[in-house]
Every structure is written in C-alpha cells, then in structure tokens.
C-alpha cells in the first residue's frame, strides 16, 4: 500500500502521467488508444504468423468414410488441420505428422474403404454358418486388397472371390475364382513380373486355386493376365528392350572402370551395340553309327540246325555193283563237303544250320535348348580425348596420342568387353580432340537457386520481419506515446519557471509579442485586469467571441 500511495502521490511521474492523460481532449486520446490498440495487435499477429507452424500431408485420396473417421480423431485430440484446395488431402503441422499418423494406426485408420480380418473379432451369438462364411470371405478379399495397395504402383485395389459351396461328390466340386481390380498411380504402370505376383499372392491365399482363375484389370478396363497377347505371342516383349538396355549399360560400366583411372573421368565416351537372340529353339538329334564295332552287346541270338535222313539207291544195275564194297577210310569224322553223309544203313544224313545274331543298336539322343538373350554380336565404340599439355609458359594445349598408347587402350577395352572373334565383334577405337565445354562440369548451383539457401533465406526474411515490425511499433508508436504522457525533466521545469519569474509572454491587439517584468505582473490588480479586458472586448468583440466558444467547446468535450 505505501507503494502505491508513493506512486500515485502528487508531484510522482506514474501521478504527471495520469494528469497528462487526464488534460487530453477527447480526440487526443482516442487517437491514442487507437494507435497503443494497433500496435499492440500489429506485434500480436505477427508474433504468431512467425511461429505459425508448417502443415505437410497427413492423408491423401481418402475415402469419405475414412476421411470423416480421421477429421473426427483430430478434433478429438485437439489437433489442427485444414484441407488441401479440392479436398484431396487433410494437412497438419509438419512436426507432428509422423505422431498423428501412428496414433491414427493404433486406431485402425485410414482403413481404406475395406474391412479385415478384424471384422470376425466382434462377431455376434447366434450368427448362421452363411454369415460367418460370408463375413471370412469379406475379410479375406480386404486383407488380400491391402496387400496389393502396398505395392508402389497400386494407389488402389479391390479383390473379388468366388468360392463355390463345398460338395460331397467329387465330379461335381468347383474350383474358386478371383478378380483383381487395380488403380494405378499417376504415370505408374505394372510389369508382366508384378502382374504374375499378384496372380500367385491371391492363387496362394486361396486353397484349391491356381493361377489361371485368378483375373487382374486397371481402371482403364484392360486385362493384365491375357496370355494370348498378339503382341507378346509375336515374341514383342518391352523387357526384351530393357534387358538389352541394362546389358549395354553393364559393358559400358566395365569400358568406364577401365579407362577412367588412365585418361580421366570425362576424357572418354564409350558406347556399346549389342545383337542379342531372343529365339526360343529346342533340337532333338538321333544319331546312329554306321558300322558297329565287333565288340558290341549283341541283344539276340538264334540257331537252328535240321538232319533230314534220306535212303540211298536199292542197287545199281551194271558191274560196278557186282564189286566187293571198298574198305572204310573214315567218312564218319570227315563229312562230305556238300553236308551229306551216309550212314551205316546205307542212308544219307542231310545237315541245315541257320545262325541269326542281333547286336544292339548304337544310337544316340540329343535334346538342346538354347537359352534366350545370348549375345550375337557385340559392336564397341570407343572415342578418346587429346592429352593436355602445359609447357614452359604455363600454356596448355592438346596433343593427340601416341600409336602405342592407342593400341593399349585398344587391348584393355577388348579384354573388358569379352571380345569374341568367332562371334563377330567389333572394336573400334579413335582419338580426337572434344569440342569445347564436352568435358566441362556442370556449373555449381548459384545461392539464390540452392534450396538450403532459400529455406534458410526464409527463415532469416521471417525474423527480420519480427524484427522490423517491433523497432516501428517501439519508436514509431510507443516512443511517441510516452513523450506524450510523461512528465517533462526537472531541467525543463526549472527553465519554464525560471522564465516565468522572469516575465509573462503574450500578444497584445495587434499580434505582436509582449512579455511582462514580475514587477509590472505584480502591480496589476485584479481590477486593472478586469478594465482590460473590458476594454478588449469592446474594442475586438469577435477575437472575444471566438474565445469564448473555444472554452465552451472544451467544456463539452471534457464532459463528453
């Protein structure tokens, strides 16, 4: 309290400053709380614009439900958001983007338009066998749907199964079937190895389906999975040109490595065609030796051997038939020549034998199939900078290479590319000078161009505005003020009072200045004042009029 009454005392600068409020007209101090009212709201705005923080994208392409789902969560957490121009994205201070979105997952949102597994956990009492079987084939297709959307090409994914009902007779059960439906991404497109990975996800998902009842179409209507493709069937594949792109690709990487420690990086240029064979053959080749050896297997053996008994002549008219018979000489262990022997009835022995020998066949089966993308042919060309020169002067200039440096490039880039004569590659090497500004690096990035430097810039132009903002409203508006209201120093006073003793200042009725010695103030009585007056107001009644509605005016607006 006594520090109040101290402040609020007479004579104390806190007491002259509410005197000096007090004595304002009307006009004065609304111009004044006007101008304290401005400055105040000009630091409070930009206070907060400075630290108004940044939004970045929470969500984008939500469903509505999903979209509704997520507005509600944030207004729950006191979170704020606004929406992108067209609604396509809710944003929301970049800082805390990655917390919302892991407290949104712990709520199962966004769900993507689709239910999963989740839905058998509030499954219901009393529920029939179709409607869980139905509820298992919703979540089923859900999950299989968020799978695919995980894909970075897919923006969207819907799956569609049809799985037939169970049935006791083997003849009569049916195998499920899929639909996929999928929407790209803006300038995304799925390969023919993506597609086939759907197809063998949803195939696998499912029990008893395989991969040709499974149908994939993007939003345009096109079917993914057509295997007869005239395209394709014609053998017009685009990975064939992205292989034969990535094998160049390799061979020049290898011609690079090579030759960049020896001339410098940027004193080459390499480029490599290559022929690769995309043909699909498959040979088959019997082959049989014309002429077995004797040591061969022999698969059969047949022999057989037939006696036919045949009765000789009964006498032969004449007289060699009267002769007594010759002696035997041994025609039993030495047989006729003919095969014919007689034996001792006097009959003759016929002897058939037939011998029939197989061996096996020596044949050989040979089934080849060629590989796809084999390399044909290989055609390398090779161009190389002149050497730079410094001589005595300091000046540099080119000179070509010599032969012998040439013919060892040559034989380094034969050795990284796998030269093959017998294939038919070609290498050809050349040295030339480049055209100036071929081997320049790129010009650095100027400041005002960096992005670091404008982030940075901005940064910097948003204190800098705080900063401004707040001199003018201290000087501009504040400083002012405070002159205004605040008691003038002891010095002035003193001067003021010093004057004042000295002598009064003011006009007379012609406009001319006229000061009063305190000797002649003093001598002027309240009557000689009162005479002058009157005089004055009889001589010039209208400076006297105009006096007199001034004051009146001033009490007005003092009561105002």
């Keep these: 309290m006594a520090t109040a009454q101290e402040a609020a005392a007479p004579g104390s600068p806190i007491q002259q400053v509410i005197d000096n409020f007090v004595a304002m007209s009307a006009r004065q ?90 839905l058998m956990e509030n499954q219901k009492l009393g529920v029939s066998q179709f409607h869980e079987q139905v509820n298992y084939q919703r979540a089923l297709e859900g999950e299989l749907a968020r799978t695919i959307q995980a894909i970075g090409s897919v923006a969207n994914a819907r799956v569609h199964l049809a799985i037939p009902k169970r ?4 003849r009569d059960q049916q195998k499920p ?43 345009t209507g096109k079917l993914l999975t057509n295997t007869n493709d005239p395209l394709r069937a014609a053998g017009l594949d685009p990975t064939q040109l992205r292989y034969v792109d990535e094998l160049e690709s390799t061979y020049v990487r290898r011609i690079e490595t090579i030759l960049e420690p020896m001339v410098g990086k940027g004193n080459f240029r390499a480029q490599v065609t290559a022929d690769v064979d995309f043909n699909r053959v498959e040979q088959t080749d019997e082959i049989y030796k014309p002429n077995p050896s ?22 032969v008219p004449g007289a060699l038939s009267n002769q007594p018979p010759v ?81 060892r490039i040559n034989n380094l880039v034969r050795e990284a590319m796998g030269f093959n004569a017998e294939r038919g590659d070609s290498l050809n090497v050349a040295n030339s000078a480049f055209a100036a500004g071929a ?57 003021g009072a010093a004057a004042a003793g000295e002598g009064e200042t003011g006009y007379d009725e012609e406009g001319a200045e006229v000061s009063l010695s305190s000797g002649a103030r003093q001598a002027s009585s309240y009557e000689a004042k009162l005479a002058r007056a009157r005089e004055t107001a009889k001589d010039n009644p209208k400076l006297v009029a105009n006096l007199i509605k001034e004051w009146l005016g001033a009490n007005e607006e003092g009561r105002k």
């Design 29 to 118: 101090k609304l111009a004044l709380m006007a101008a304290l009212a401005a400055g105040i709201a000009l630091i409070v705005g930009v206070l907060l614009w400075s630290k108004s923080a940044d939004y970045a994208v929470l969500f984008s392409n939500l469903e509505e439900r999903d979209g509704g789902a997520i507005v509600t969560a944030l207004q729950q957490q006191n979170v704020p958001y606004k929406f992108t121009p067209g609604g396509a994205a809710i944003m929301v201070p970049s800082e805390r983007v990655h917390d919302i979105r892991l407290q949104l997952a712990a709520q199962g949102l966004p769900r993507g338009g689709m239910v999963g597994f989740e």
């Design 167 to 170: 049935s006791a007779f083997l």
């Design 177 to 219: 079937t899929a639909s996929v439906f999928v929407n790209m991404r803006a300038g995304r497109d799925l390969n023919g190895a993506q597609v086939a990975g759907i197809v063998h996800l949803v195939s696998s998902s499912v029990p008893n389906m395989d991969n040709g009842s499974v149908s994939v179409i993007d939003e």
């Design 294 to 315: 004797p040591q061969q297997a022999i698969r059969s053996q047949q022999t057989s051997e037939v006696l036919t008994r045949d009765p000789g002549a009964q006498g």
């Design 327 to 407: 002696p035997a000489t041994a025609p039993i262990t030495t047989p006729e020549a003919n095969g014919a022997a007689t034996g001792a009835d006097g009959n003759v022995l016929t002897r058939n034998t037939n011998a029939t020998t197989n061996y096996e066949v020596d044949r050989s089966i040979q089934h080849t199939k060629r590989a796809m993308g084999t390399i044909r042919r290989l055609s390398v060309a090779v161009v190389i900078n002149h050497r730079t020169v410094t001589d005595k002067n300091g000046k540099e200039t080119t000179e070509a290479l010599s032969d012998e440096e040439i013919a």
């Design 439 to 495: 081997t320049e690096a790129l010009p650095d990035l100027p400041l005002w161009k960096d992005p670091e430097m404008i982030d940075l810039g901005k940064q910097a132009l948003r204190y800098l505005l705080v900063i401004a903002v707040l001199a003018y409203v201290a000087f501009g508006v504040i400083k002012p003020l405070m002159k205004t209201l605040a008691p003038k120093p002891a010095g002035e006073e003193a001067g």
